[in-house]
C-alpha cells in the first residue's frame, strides 16, 4: 500500500461539533476601528434610553466584555468614567484635596496640643511655688518659721 500525500484527517462527531452549520458562527475577526466604533454606538444607544451608563453596560450592549473595554481601550473607559463622574483624574484630584485639607487639619491640632503642653508646663510651675509658699505661710502662723528681712536692705 502507498499512503504517500493521502492521508486524511476525520473528525469525531461530537454533540457539539455535530450541531447545525446555522448554529455554529466562527469567532469575530480582531478589528479595533470597528469594535471601538461599536462601542461608541453602545454608549450612545444607553445615554438615549436613558439607561444607567457604565463601563459594564456598554459591554453588554456592545456585546463585548468589561476586561477589553478596560485593557483594550482605555481611553474609552475614561470617557465612560467621565460621563458617570467617576474620571480617575477627578477622583485622583478630589482624593488629594481631601488628603490636603485633613493634613491642615492635623497640623492645627498638633499646634493646639504643643499650645497646651506648653500651659500645663507653665502652670505646675506657678503651682510648685504656690505650694512653697503655702507652707511658709503656714510655718509662719504656726510660729514655726521667723519672718526677718533675709536677702532685704534695711531703710
Known sequence: MN??????VVAKQTPSTAATPEAVKPPRQRDRARTLT???????????????????????????????????????????????????????????????????????????????NKEIVDLASINEALRAEVQVLQGIVEGKVLTAPFGRKNE
Open 38 to 116: 461599536e462601542l461608541q454606538l453602545a454608549l450612545s444607544r444607553l445615554q438615549r434610553a436613558c439607561k444607567k451608563v457604565s463601563i459594564a453596560a456598554v459591554a453588554n450592549e456592545a456585546k463585548v466584555t468589561p476586561a477589553l473595554i478596560h485593557n483594550t481601550y482605555p481611553d474609552f473607559a475614561e470617557q465612560v468614567r467621565a460621563l458617570v463622574n467617576k474620571s480617575t483624574r477627578a477622583q485622583r484630584d478630589d482624593k488629594h484635596r481631601e488628603l490636603q485639607l485633613q493634613r491642615a487639619a492635623t497640623a492645627r491640632l498638633y499646634q493646639v496640643i504643643a499650645d497646651q
Open 3 to 8: 499512503y504517500q500525500g493521502k492521508i486524511q
